[in-house]
């Protein structure tokens, strides 16, 4: 079931809590295992399956965002994911040549690092059957983010349906990443297309639980889709950029607001990871066909960190539900 792990800089997929440990990373035997670090601060690090990318910025010296949109968290030279900023517009900006501009580039390469690393001939394997009781079902919701305007909302996220822009992507290969006789990655202006779509669980007490909204990215035109196999994305955690989880069952009709002094930043904006992984996604489709895969991003509360939330139970339905949806959308011509 699981083919791949990719962890940047989190104790995201580790069994222990705190900070980062390699001795405490999941184990499964057969399942690939890559860490992303932007330095060796971990004594104990197993750099046989990790990668470290070194932090100099002038590896990066090339990259321009050719999006005209901000990114949830944003690439530089966009506000980070620890920003201020957030839906108050792009005014908490990386400085460029500093580590944290480094930090965010090193962890969007770790997304096409493992979509161009899928192995078709691996998928299907597994006879996978439920373990649990189903308890919820996943349905395309495409009203809640169509259409996208005004800002601050508009200022991430297209919203959902057919995408496509001109986007600056990575166009160096693997064996580039950690040569440091290469001084700077190249990159290369594409078109790229997908379909960006929103499922929401339902069943009772659908609204209380969590993650119950599920952004979805599918490759655009013909493309080969390995439906075997799925990238499932967890973005960081929303508490860094004052996504509060007592605003999470609201996400559909909220928007940002202050209260008390505290700035309460929009759910709805974590769609913007759907944006950007679906440019990343058909940008690097247009160099490998064998790597046209299924984008699932699950909106995440800050309290779901070390659970996971409903999703150890509850994964296999939520993603048969959403493969079987897309499968009859692509097949109709829907998307």
């Known amino acids: 079931m699981l083919a791949g792990v990719w962890d940047f800089n989190s104790d995201a997929s580790q069994t222990g809590a705190g900070a980062p440990d390699p001795s405490g990373f999941i184990v499964v035997p057969t399942v690939q295992r890559r860490l992303y670090y932007q330095q060796k601060t971990v004594a104990q690090f197993d750099y046989n399956t990790g990668v470290t990318i070194p932090a ?5 010296s090339d990259y321009q965002n050719q999006s005209t949109l901000g990114e949830i968290p944003p690439l530089p030279p966009l506000a980070s994911n620890s920003a201020i900023g957030g839906d108050l517009g792009n005014d908490n900006q990386d400085v460029v040549g500093s580590f944290v501009y480094a930090h965010h580039l090193i962890r969007d390469f770790m997304f096409l690092d493992a979509a161009r690393s899928d192995d078709p001939a691996q998928g299907g394997a597994d006879n996978v059957v439920p373990t649990g009781e189903r308890l ?4 395309l919701n495409q009203t809640v983010l169509q259409p996208v305007f005004g800002a601050p909302l508009a200022l991430y996220t297209r919203g959902v349906g057919p995408q ?6 990575l166009a160096s290969n693997g064996s580039e990443v950690t040569d440091t006789s290469k001084p700077a990655f190249s990159f290369a202006s594409k078109i790229v297309g997908y379909s960006a779509l929103l499922y929401e669980l339902q069943g009772q007490d659908a609204d209380k639980t969590s993650p119950n909204w599920f952004g979805v990215v599918v490759p655009a035109g013909q493309v080969k889709v390995n439906w075997s196999s799925v990238v499932i994305y967890f973005h960081p955690r929303p508490r860094q950029a004052n996504y509060f989880d007592t605003d999470y069952p609201n996400k559909a009709t909220m928007s940002g607001f202050t209260k008390n002094g505290v700035r309460h930043a929009d759910w709805k904006q ?8 679906g440019a990343q996604l058909a940008g690097a489709i247009i160099d490998n066909q064998d790597c046209g895969q299924v984008v699932i991003v699950p909106f995440m509360q800050e309290s779901d960190a070390g659970t996971a939330g409903i999703l150890p139970t509850q994964w296999y339905f939520i993603v048969s539900d959403i493969l079987a949806s897309v499968m009859s959308l692509r097949a109709s011509g829907q998307i």
């Open 164 to 169: 496509s822009y001109n986007k600056l992507l």
């Open 270 to 277: 974590l769609f913007g990871y759907v944006d950007r992984l």
């Open 136 to 139: 919820f079902t996943a349905v």
């Open 56 to 60: 100099d910025v002038s590896r990066w």
